[in-house]
């Protein structure tokens, strides 16, 4: 499923149009990506918690030449299902 797919699912189910639902869908992954680039974690009960991660410094290999290579710390966004979500993944 693509994003215009879940639009018109979202629109679907909640009986929205596909406009109004191209908002609140557009309007909850830019507030979940915003406040997890600063740090803070969103905890959907049931569904789930996207949180930021930091990743340390580290040594890695180039495949190319099989040098070693320093890779710089960074941050990154994890996603940690809840029980229930699971659960219904896996019931199917």
Known sequence: MNKSEL??????????T???????VGAVIDTIIE??????E??????????RHE??????????TKEKIKIAASKVPA????KAFKEAVDKK
């Not at 596909?18 to 609140?24: C, F, H, N, S, W």
């Open 35 to 40: 406040r997890v680039a600063e740090g803070e």
């Open 55 to 64: 990743r340390k410094e580290r040594i890695g290999c180039d495949p190319r």
């Open 79 to 82: 996603f940690k299902a809840g």
């Open 18 to 24: 596909k406009k109004d639902a191209e908002k609140a």
């Open 7 to 16: 639009i018109s699912a979202v629109a679907e189910k909640a009986e929205i």
């Open 42 to 51: 969103i905890r959907i009960v049931g569904f789930g918690i996207f949180e």
